[in-house]
């Protein structure tokens, strides 16, 4: 998601937007899969029966798309044959993944690699998008003496078999088609770029950032907070990505948490200005994982099944300016406060929410921003949670020097302590 967001590109590149409605129109049917029908729970059944039923469901799902896959499963894991084996199998990867680094306590815990940015085809010199909007939250954080490049938490990049934690080997295989790619990230020169370019330049980022999403969980638990300064890919669902989002890195992170972190309830709280669709489909059947989703519902994706599975929906419409959206954030909190105690908060704070932002159509000022996470924290604090936080959507040249700002705002706050560079 050097977007996130659906529409960026369309923006960004103009004379090919025919092109694209044209692509959606041709090609969509034959690349994603029909509608997932799926329902959550909301019975009084006990743990084992709900999780052996997501189990069974993400099972079918993964069965369904992997039949027409004709590359079969990779590396020396064999092709679980039901759902406990789909189980075991994902066990099994996430138990042999190095994604979960040691980190020594002089680094601080946030994450960051210079492959995040995104700079190709001139796309980083054009106009209001900001493709390197990790790097100049580091660098904004580094001027301000905040944090030195040497406590920054360098993450690995997902192998195939992490990423097939949660995606299926035919949606893995329709990352090697530009096309494909061009329509999920929603920039059609894309499609006419040579694959392997696509994996370097694009793919490639992404996928480090995945990494960090998942690094951050760790980290959370251990530290009792985590910032990846990426990742919040939250249109990405196991079988479908969109909306700039190619690998579901939130339920990747929340499925290596269960097994490797003994965490068996966890909270996303979404404020993106867009609606969570790919978790909230991932997610649909289990109730260890509940959804406070608080977006703008006259924006893309208005995915209709993905908003039956959020646990406490929160619409805020068009043109909502920075009062009215944090007094309902205030009771949000109080509603999510009541019904869940998680013990891991994935906070997706997207700075889309801005004034001024292309694609979010909110009011909400720098200032603002930075007291809704500084909100987010506090009631995390309140619940005794680790929490991890990624930047997601929002692209302005403006935004990082935003995002700077509210970490250092929670520094100062003391809900995050980030160790002096004197004492490395
Ligand atoms: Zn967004």
Known sequence: MFGVDSCRPLFLFPVFNASLVKYHLRLTPAIFSPPIIAFKLRSSLDRPVIRNRFVLFSYSRWSAMSSSSASGVSSAIPTPKNADEFEAVRRSRILSSKLYLDVPPSKAPIIYSSSYDISFLGIEKLHPFDSSKWGHICQFLNADKILEKNQIVEPLEPTRDDLLVVHSESYLDSLKSSVNVSMIVEVPP?????????????????????????????????????????????????????GFCAYADISICIQFAFVALNISRVMIIDLDAHQGNGHEID????????????????????????????????????????????????????????????????????????????????????????????????FARKMGAPILMLTSGGYMKSNARVIADSIMNLKNKMLIDIPSSASI
């Open 283 to 378: 997610f649909a059947n289990d109730r260890r994982v509940y959804v406070l989703d608080m977006y703008n519902p006259d924006i893309y994706p208005h995915d209709l099944e993905a908003k039956r599975y959020i646990d406490h929906k929160v619409e805020v419409k068009s043109r909502t300016e920075t009062d009215a959206y944090l007094t309902k954030l205030d009771e949000a909190l109080e509603v999510a406060k009541r019904e869940i105690n998680p013990d891991l908060i994935v906070y997706n704070a997207g700075t889309d929410i801005l004034e001024g932002d292309p694609l979010g159509y909110l009011k909400v000022t720098p200032k603002g921003v930075v007291e809704r996470d500084e909100k987010v924290f506090r």
């Open 190 to 242: 894309v499609a006419v770029l040579p694959n392997f370019l696509v994996q370097k330049k694009v793919l490639q980022p992404f996928r480090k950032q995945v990494g960090g999403t998942v690094l951050s969980a760790k980290l959370a638990k251990e530290r009792g907070w985590a910032i990846n300064v990426g990742g919040g890919f939250h249109h990405c669902s196991a079988q479908k990505g969109g």
